[in-house]
């Protein structure tokens, strides 16, 4: 848990406060949504190397 929130802190701009003020499916969701982009963002950057 410690380790997520400081990845939600430095890389994703959320501050302390408003992770530990999610209802915990709420957290869940945003998760699992921040998840989603990243892989959708890997997956632009591979193909976009793949083009060149």
């Known amino acids: 848990m410690y380790k997520l929130n400081f990845q939600l802190m430095q890389l994703h701009k959320y501050s302390l406060t408003e992770i530990e003020s999610m209802i915990p499916f709420e957290r869940e969701i945003y998760l699992a949504m921040l998840a989603k982009?990243?892989?959708?963002?890997?997956?632009?950057?591979?193909?976009?190397?793949?083009?060149?």
Do not use: L, S, W, Y
Request: charged share 60%; aromatic share 0%.
């Open 37 to 52: 982009h990243i892989r959708e963002e890997n997956e632009r950057i591979k193909n976009a190397k793949r083009r060149k």
